[in-house]
């Protein structure tokens, strides 16, 4: 039977749809890079979708499972030195076997320490449903996460986050690299390009491409997966000597300066003590610049021992006291009260003056006192316009919270606008 699904969102179509109503991508749908897998392409029970992304040794691709009936998320393993045949199987360039083989080893391990920690229910991160090696390649079939990437989103933003959603962002990416540092693994590429915001606000840590065991990394040996990424790296990692839980601790506290900045100073280089955020403007807690301090200590034995012990600090940035409640405006009965007073004031004056004047005929003054009562049955319209325009009583936090960036994505995100953010550098990696 004909798949009868969009293959770039994968929702269902009618026939004789020629552009999808959910996603409004054109039917058929427009093919890959040209050495990427085609839309369409059937991976076992798995229909290959749209490309989502290449990096420097994969593609990542939507998918779906047929028997499932699921979106899915595959990652198929094909390094910048290999080829693909017709049959779409992958093969290495002439001389790049045993590298090939070494990073498709690699790529297999990563697969399975995700396995593991899905396993474990590590939450947070994207759970790995399925492996396969054909093809001459590897294949990870994940959870299909729907949202971007932080990197991406803060891109599209074109400024940084309030701190408030720094925080809350950081505590649960900490809460999962405490995690997985109890289950001996280090992450080793934390950075704003593998976290990842889904729709309903909350965050998973992606790519455990440079993930190493503890054992393995704190040992002093290039045994350890050479890796290191501009801006996130500490000295240890791009020096390639023992790492730790400390490592990790580096990369996130560069986030958390990343998330409300939105770039970086351009004289700053790795390595270098990051700026303070109040120093360049920012309207942050001390303690929170104090965390990114203590996290981006250039020697490790400085920043937190561990994850656990970053995710307490972060956790105790306290949110500032609720505003105090506005000063409550007359209630509107009060204002009833005086016009009614005034108003039997004036008949009182107008039956006085017309005893006084009786007999006489004084017609402009009539006419005056008329006005005058008229101008003071305007007083209530007055009050109920004072009454709505008073602001209501501050929420607080709950306005910088997460789920309100997330009704939508990317382009209906609402834009939370940084307290008066300093021109910085977006140099990127
Ligand atoms: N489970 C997922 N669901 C949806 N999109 C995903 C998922 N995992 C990854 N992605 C997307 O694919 C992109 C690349 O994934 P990932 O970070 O794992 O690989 P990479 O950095 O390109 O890989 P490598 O470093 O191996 O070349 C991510 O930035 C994200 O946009
Ligand atoms: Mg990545």
Known sequence: MAFSRC??????????????????????????????????????????????????SSITYRAFDRQLETVRCIKEFYPLFSRRRRDMSVYPMPGEEPRFQRELAHFQREAQLLSALSDRHVARIADVCDKLDMNGSSYVVMEYLDGSTLDTYIR????????????????????????????????????????????????????????????????FSEAAWPSSKKFYSPPEQVLCRSQGPGTDVYAAGVCMFKLVAG????????????????????????????????????????????????????????????????KAPPQP?????????????????????????????????????SQQSESVSREPDASVAFTMETPAPSNGLKNHLIPGLTDAFPADFPDLKPAEPPQLGREEY
């Open 7 to 56: 293959l770039a969102c994968m929702e269902k179509l009618s026939p004789g749809t020629s552009v999808c109503p959910s996603c409004g991508s054109p039917v058929p749908c427009p093919p890959n890079s040209p050495d990427s897998l085609p839309p369409g392409f059937v991976l076992e029970k798995y229909i290959i979708g749209r490309e989502i992304s290449r990096g420097g």
């Open 333 to 369: 009965h009060t204002y009833k009260t005086i016009l009614w007073i005034i108003v039997l004031l004036s008949f009182v004056s107008i039956f006085l003056i017309w005893r006084g004047l009786q007999g006489s005929s004084v017609p402009d003054g009539g006419q005056s006192l």
């Open 263 to 326: 770039g970086f100073p351009h004289d700053w280089k790795a390595g270098m003590p990051l700026p303070s955020l109040r120093s360049l403007g920012f309207s942050v807690p001390p303690l929170y610049d104090q965390v990114i301090s203590r996290a981006t200590q250039p020697e490790r034995e400085k920043r937190y021992a561990t994850a656990a012990e970053m995710l307490r600090a972060l956790k105790a940035i306290a949110f500032p006291p609720p505003a105090p409640p506005p």
């Open 156 to 219: 599209s933003l074109k400024h940084g986050l309030p701190w408030e959603s720094a925080r809350d962002i950081m505590v649960s990416v900490m809460d999962t690299v405490s995690s997985i540092h109890q289950q001996g693994i280090l992450h080793r590429d934390i950075s704003l390009n593998n976290i990842f915001l889904l729709r309903d606000g909350s965050v998973r840590l992606i790519d455990f491409g440079s993930a190493e065991t503890m054992d393995t990394a704190q040992r």
